[in-house]
């Protein structure tokens, strides 16, 4: 079909008010005024459709907005059907016409719905009355798919023919012509010997068969090479007394349609996996078995880009045990399963999935945290990238658990991606080197603890805090002069936790520092927590001054300390610190007495609180 | 001026199949001129190649010839008396030829004299000026040629039709769609075969759209196509097999009441069904004489490639994966006493059992290098009823029979 040569025009202007003339010119302004309300709503439905289109690309199926913009497109196409009647739309490059009046028009080749059509052949589209519901979302769906055709081996017309519509109607040209208005011409370069062996004629009645090339000298029959062969010489003649009864009977032709049914419903996939499968269960060389495990390697990439990533972990474990089974034969097949394992976890694949993981939330995170351990280090950069991409923590969660086990023995990559420019993601690799708690990483978590980011900084604390060495230990200690005081509190109660003296003697150092008493009341109550968390008995004396400072009648010296020397001493809970407070809970002082009753109170408070505090900090 | 030479008839054949040859080009060369005139100024750049060879190729003729006349009559191209042989590859060209001279009322032209650019560059400018809706395009053309001192390249009028020839006209459209779709689908399959074969990505849609007017064209009348499907050119034989068993297959699944999406894959699963073939050798694949062991095993592990060719096209779909089932098991045979044998397999899948019947009938009627003549569509039906019934599915072989009928188009009459 030749492409309309039909020049756009911009929507008529509905002529109301002008002055009556002839009863032809009456007529023809009235066409003119029906005409133009039929343009602007056959645009305005154009309209909602490309809203529709945009809608679904941004929102999962099951999305209540997009929804709205269905039921919208939905009630503009009935409507629209209803006044306008077909609906017959030109397809230019960048526009759609409709009655020769552009009714969309947008030159974005990316975007643009007439080029998405025009781009495929598409020169004409007919939206009949009549139009059914289920019509309207397969041709919807058609557009969204066409927009993937990347992926898949479709365009706009191979879709619209499968849908074989009743009341969408379209017309195209040729692959061959679109090239050629590209600007390509095919066949010009058609070499000369590509004209031997000569053309196919109509056959007709009576046909004469061209004749055979030539066969080998010596007039006996060769033997076929091809794939059918004869058993016996051809029969001349046709044997009428066969007798064989060509007409199918009802029954014959009721297995037939079972079968057809069968056909329909068939397990297309795991069939032809199962033919993989047995394929690479039989090569016997390198080079078969490679380009088999390829084969295999398209399969869980495509169970993967489905989401199934259960499926994909069966492949994967199916695809070693296979390796894993005639490496007893043959050694390197095994190293050729890693070598293709390793390849599906390739940033260009694997660093692409987060659109999918993003729409499937009923994946199994310990699922997929397997299936990530199973690819190993090699696919540990593309991990990393999906950091930044995926939008459930679960998903993120299973992803960094997946990290911390790859990454084990080679923290390279991981380092390497604290230089992200996202703050969650250098968060999130933080924990996961934390979580292996390498010795050497220090220094790299020390600059997480440089992190503009507090929750970056407060990361790297308790990364630092799960590493066994004098160099975290220093850095945790640095952490006491960071400018937020939430992170200075987390480096004094994670360096609690190693509970010990030198821990201890760190945070006492602190607190008796000139500027200690300068700070907030509730890190200075946080740091004598700590203290007592990690101190030992060698402090209760100093805390027992504090304590009981003063005279009967008499403070003697500052409450708040007082209290936080009884918190101090509660945390501690060597018998030893219990038995002063036990004496002193008794005090005839009241201030004494009561720092003890607040200090216990605060600790039983605190075992209780415990556990919800930080289940509310890993939620953040 | 008659020649008095005699020639032999060596030297006869060989100066036809030259005169046959540049005709070919000739027409190429001119569609792409016609072409490109259609998208750039014939003062642009990109005329100028097409431009070059179209004059020589002309030069060369006139030299050899003297005055040559290229005419359109029926659905062929003629140089002088001879037709020009169609392929795959020229009939886009050919067709287009005999299209744009149809609607100016040319039957072709008379090349008089060796042609100067300009001449050439007047002369497309008028061929695209010309006014096809006119009453009188042709003399309209003629004219302005005589006009413009274009002397060399004369028009021939069209000879007026006989009355009653509507029908005919009818006759020749849709045989002609049928041609096309058919040629597309050679096309396609070579391309397909050939892009696999080199590992190159590969283009289905080509080929689905190839397919998909195939279903079309037999959904609304079989037999155009089924005729096409008996001629057979052992050159392009790989993928003119390729077709056949493709169209064939989409008439016994048309036969079986097949929907309209389920007909597509299964033409496109069969015109796949050989794609491992590209994977072997052509001298092995044309080889005249026996094969050797490590031949066969090649030839018998072209299902097995097949699978691994399509599992390389981008997207594992229904298409994708019905295709490389029917790859794999068009050779399995209904009783199992095919090729590949390995473990564990099930039984073929209904579309593998089609595409078994139709590949066996198709290449038993084919001339092959190996066979002294090929079966009559008849006899191949005979001997696969008689010699193979046990490798077919019985109720497909039926179904077979019933679309083809008990003597298949090519079948010849009895003399």
Redesign the interface.
């Known amino acids: 079909m030749a492409t309309p040569s039909v020049p756009s025009k911009s929507a008529p202007a509905p002529q109301v008010g002008a002055s009556p003339g002839s009863p032809e010119q009456k007529a023809e302004r009235i066409r003119d005024q029906v005409l133009a309300l039929d343009v602007k709503r056959v645009a305005d439905w154009i309209g909602a459709l490309v809203r529709t289109i945009k809608a679904s690309r941004t929102y999962p199926a099951n999305n209540p907005t997009l929804h709205k913009f269905q039921v919208e497109l939905e009630s503009r196409t009935w409507s629209c059907l209803k006044e306008v009647g077909d609906i017959t739309l030109i397809v230019q490059q960048f526009d759609l016409l409709y009655e020769n009046y552009s009714v969309y028009h947008n030159a974005d080749r990316n975007e643009s719905l007439a080029f998405r059509f025009y781009g495929d052949g598409v020169r004409e589209i007919t939206f009949r009355e009549g139009l059914e519901p289920h019509e309207l979302r397969a041709f919807m769906d058609v557009l969204k798919r066409a927009s993937e055709s ?6 706009v ?2 879709l619209l ?2 849908r ?1 519509f009743r009341h969408i109607e379209y017309q195209f040209i ?3 012509e679109l090239t ?2 590209s ?1 390509q ?4 370069g ?1 070499s ?1 010997d ?10 007709s ?3 004469v ?5 030539p ?2 000298a010596g007039g006996k ?8 062969v ?3 010489e ?6 009428a007394s ?1 007798g ?1 009864q ?3 009977s009802d029954e ?1 032709n009721a ?3 079972t ?2 049914r ?3 419903r ?1 397990a ?2 795991s ?2 996996l ?3 499968a ?2 690479l269960a ?1 090569e016997d060389t390198p080079a078969g078995f490679l ?2 495990a ?2 295999f390697q ?2 869980i990439e ?1 169970a993967i880009e489905e989401g199934a990533i259960g499926r994909a972990n069966e492949l994967l474990a199916r695809l070693r045990s296979i390796a894993a089974a005639r490496s007893q034969d043959q050694a390197e097949f095994q190293g050729i399963a890693e070598q293709v394992i390793r390849e599906i976890g390739r940033p260009s694949f694997l660093g692409q999935m987060a659109p999918t993981l993003n729409a499937h939330s009923e994946i199994d995170p310990g699922v997929m945290t397997n299936f990530l351990i199973q690819l190993g280090p090699s696919a540990a950069p593309a991990v990393c990238d999906l950091l930044g991409q995926v939008n459930h923590m679960k998903y993120r969660r299973a992803l960094c658990e997946a990290l911390a086990v790859s990454c084990r023995n080679d923290v390279e990559v991981l380092i390497e991606h604290l230089g992200d420019t996202r703050w969650y993601v250098i968060r999130n690799i933080v924990y996961v080197l934390g979580r292996i708690a390498h010795q050497g990483v220090e220094r790299a978590l020390d600059r997480a603890l440089h992190h503009e980011d507090v929750r970056v900084r407060k990361e790297a604390v308790r990364a630092l805090g799960n590493i066994e060495s004098p160099t975290a230990r220093a850095y945790l200690v640095s952490a006491f002069r960071d400018t937020d005081a939430g992170v200075r509190i987390q480096a004094a109660m994670t360096l609690a936790l190693k509970r010990d003296d030198r821990a201890a003697q760190s945070i006492l150092s602190l607190i008796q520092g000139q500027d200690f008493t300068r700070r907030d009341s509730n890190e200075r109550a946080a740091f004598f927590e700590a203290l007592g968390r990690c101190g030992s008995d060698s402090l209760v004396p100093r805390l027992e001054v504090m304590l009981t400072k003063g005279g009967l009648f008499r403070s003697g010296g500052n409450e708040e300390e007082r209290l936080h020397a009884a918190l101090a001493l509660a945390w501690l809970g060597t018998p030893s610190a219990i038995g002063i407070l036990n004496r002193e809970i008794g005090s005839k002082r009241d201030f004494v007495r009561k720092a003890v009753e607040t200090a216990l109170a605060s600790v039983r408070s605190a075992g209780m609180g415990r556990a919800e505090g930080s289940r509310a900090e890993d939620q953040e | 001026m008659s020649d008095t030479r005699t020639v032999s008839p060596t030297r006869q054949d060989e100066s036809a199949s030259r005169l046959i040859l540049q005709g070919r080009n000739l027409s190429i060369q001119l569609c792409v001129l016609v072409k490109t005139a259609r998208i750039h100024d014939v003062g642009n750049v990109a005329f100028q190649g097409p431009l070059t060879s179209f004059i020589e190729t002309v030069a060369q003729m006139w030299t050899a010839e003297g005055d040559f006349k290229l005419q359109a009559v029926g659905d062929f191209l003629y140089l002088n008396q001879h037709r020009l042989r169609v392929d795959a590859s020229s009939y886009p060209s050919y067709q287009f030829l005999i299209d744009e001279f149809r609607i100016r009322d040319l039957s072709g032209f008379s090349f008089t004299g060796k042609l100067t650019p300009p001449e050439v560059k007047k002369f497309v400018r008028l061929f695209l000026d010309v006014d096809v809706k006119s009453a009188t395009p042709y003399d309209d053309f003629a004219l302005a040629l005589g006009k413009l001192s274009v002397q060399h390249l004369v028009p021939i009028r069209t000879v007026v039709p006989q009355h009653g020839t509507v029908s005919v006209e009818e006759v020749r459209d849709s045989r002609k769609a049928a041609k096309r779709s058919f040629y597309r689908a050679i096309e396609s399959a070579r391309t397909v075969m050939l892009s696999a074969r080199d590992h190159r990505p590969v283009d289905l849609r080509k080929a689905k759209r190839a397919v998909q007017s195939i279903v079309d064209l037999i959904l609304e009348e079989e037999f155009s196509l089924l005729g096409l499907t008996a001629i057979k050119n052992h050159d392009e034989y790989t993928f003119q097999h390729c077709v056949n068993v493709s169209i064939l297959s989409i008439a016994v699944g048309q036969r079986l009441g097949l929907s309209k999406k389920m007909l597509g894959e299964l033409g496109v699963a069969a015109l796949l069904h050989d794609l491992g073939k590209a994977s072997i050798p052509p001298w092995v694949l044309n080889k005249p004489g026996k094969l050797t062991n490590e031949e066969w095993k090649l030839m018998l592990d072209h299902p097995v490639q097949g699978v691994k060719m399509i599992a390389r096209m981008r997207g594992l779909n229904d298409l994708a994966l019905r295709s490389m089932i029917v790859a794999y098991e068009h050779h399995i045979n209904y009783d199992k006493s095919g090729y590949p044998q390995l473990e564990g397999h099930l039984d073929q899948s209904l579309f593998s059992r089609i595409v078994a019947i139709v590949d066996c009938f198709d290449a038993m009627t084919a001339h092959r290098a190996y066979r002294k003549s090929a079966f009559p569509p008849y006899a191949a039906l005979h001997q696969i009823i008689a010699q193979n019934r046990d490798k077919f599915d019985p109720l497909l072989l039926k179904a077979f029979i019933n679309t083809v009928g008990m003597y298949p188009a090519g079948t010849r009459s009895p003399s």
């Open positions: 990347a992926q898949v081996q479709d365009d017309v191979t023919w499968e074989d040729p692959l061959e050629e208005e600007g011409v095919p066949y010009a058609s000369a590509e004209v031997e062996g000569g053309g196919i004629p109509w056959p009645r009576g046909l068969d061209e004749e055979p090339p066969g080998p029959v060769p033997e076929r090479s091809d794939d059918w004869p058993s016996v051809m029969t001349p003649t046709w044997d066969l064989v060509f007409a199918l014959e297995a037939l349609e079968a057809i069968d056909e329909e068939r297309l996939e069939e032809v199962e033919i993989v047995t394929i039989a380009d088999s390829s084969a398209r399969f495509h």
